[in-house]
């Protein structure tokens, strides 16, 4: 018997059959250009149908001309995008799978106010009612503009049935335009419009069914629960899929949480991982109670045994395992083939998804950078054309990857880590509060390592000794870094530790703790949190504009957040200036106005970390291929050294 007999079990949407109950729900690529769909795109939802998902929802596409958005963003405003849409429907079909199209407008959310020259659009919303989030004022759309957006939707609905799309979804969550419609805090409209808040999105469903015909799915996706500042509560929402129901019209819906509109529900539009998996299900539920048709659910769910137990629970219908798939395209082919343990499990990091949208880049994973590079990285491994024997020194994520991925290209490879314990900075950054499942990408790692064969020695640090001694062809540096110890006038007169020092329980914190924070990444905010909730009173001084900011940032606001919520005080724009025994005296950064903070116990610097260059400085003279990956160049995050570490298993 199956493992998993639910979910795995095929389902029937109005003649179209899933092979199975796992999906992938509509995200963000970044990949398109000038709004039409590219061949990256293509390639990237094939990897999804060859791995085996039952269905695949694509990508967001606006709908009309008012859902502004820059040209990495997708549309299907004209017929001009028909053959991208059809690339990409005959990409999932080649491989058995299912694809649907979804229609999407902003509104004053998400995208709205953004130009590809940079200027600021005008945002239209059912009333001028702001974005906090986005702090964009909307105009309201006039009656006339209301119902031309309705025909765009049908119009878009059309064209994607032509790309070859199986089925249509219609965008109604995360606070854009159809929500905005349907709640009374943002609809305060007194044309039909509002006297009737779900006139707009039944006119929409009845036109996108007229346009599409009886044959193909229409489905709606909605947040059982926008979590945040005027956003839907989930009674509403349910009442509101009651009503949906009876008109008889909506296949599916698609459920998750959250709201791009305001700053706390904008963390549950992609949960970091300090938030419980499956924890949406209770919000679908709810909803499943009161519709007659099939129910998705989203949100955390990275593991089988959690779509299982939902499924099983009766919660929700099918699971939308996005990220999880994104972080493993083959994840539905491991669970049918019953490969658990193969699965690269997602941790839920942000970094490299949705991450990636804020920096301008195409979507990834920072556990396997092949994903959003399928046309280039992400092809198929060859076998190298003669075996060597490689030594890769040290086992972080960098070194990790790279004997991985060498020994999988059929080179004999041995992996030296000077620790006991693989996982390199991972293993530091598991060990905070809500950060356990971080430690997966170590896990992760070491069982590829492990299944194509590297052999591993712990507690042995790489010289030129033993490289001389074992002779290897090629050598992958990927030693890390050290901590870095800025130079503070008066630091001997005070107690000062660093802050890799208290991760790794070598430090002896005292009651009140003055953190500084030089590096605005997850350690700072990590050790705080640490601290105070064990008992200390905590101040972060940080060198920038606020703690987190080089972090993914529903990431960071959730743990803004938490912070505050423990009391830990947070001064941006400071610099620490010097230490005078129990004081810190710290200076503004741009106004050059100088403070002291008393009564400090100890002082922590999260002042990263140095390249750690011993190794490499002692290779002159060695005849063999030499590679670098990781901290070793210059240290930066666990996405560049994974990255890294494939690039240099390539290249054996």
Known sequence: ???????????DVRGVTLRNRIVSTAHGTFMSEGGLPTGRIAAYQEARARGGAGLIIHEASSVHWTAVGAGRYATCHTDACIPGYRAIADAVHAHGGVVFGQLYHPGRGDIAGSTSDGSIAVSWAPSPVPCERLQLMPRAMPTALVREVVAAYGDAARRLRAAGMDGIEIMGHHGHLVSQFLNPRTNLRTDVYGQDRLRFLMEIIEDVRAKIGDAAPLGLRIAGDELGFLGLPNAETVEICAAIDRLGRIDYYNVVAGSCSSFDGGIHVVPPMAIAPGYVAPFAAAIKAKVTKPVIVTGRINRPEVAEAILAAGQADLCGMTRAMICDPELARKITEDRIADIRVCIGCNQACIGHGAKGAAISCIQFPESGRETGLGRPKTRAAQAKRVLVAGGGPAGLKAAAVAAERGHSVTLYDRRARLGGQVRLAETLPGRAEFGGLADNLIHEAERAGVAVVLGTA?????????????????????????????????????????????????????????????????????????????????????????????????????????????APYMRLSGIDGAAVVLQHMVSGAVETWADVDTVVLAAGQIQATELEDSLAGFNGDVHLAGDCLTPRTAEEAVLEGLQAGLAL
């Open 1 to 11: 018997m199956r493992r998993f007999p639910r979910l795995l079990s095929p389902l």
């Open 462 to 570: 790489v010289d030129r000794d033993l490289i001389d001694r074992v002779r290897p062809d090629a050598i992958v540096v990927a030693t890390g870094g050290r901590p870095y110890w800025p130079h503070v006038d008066g630091r001997d007169s005070g107690h000062v530790v660093h802050a890799l020092d208290v991760l790794e329980g070598r430090a002896n914190v005292g009651a009140s703790v003055v953190l500084v924070d030089t590096r605005l990444d997850w350690t700072a905010m990590g050790v705080a949190e640490k601290l105070a909730r064990d008992g200390r009173r905590v101040r972060l001084a940080v060198t920038g504009h606020m703690a987190g900011q080089n972090i993914q940032g529903m990431v960071r606001d959730h743990w803004a957040g938490v912070l505050h919520g423990l009391g830990v005080a947070v």
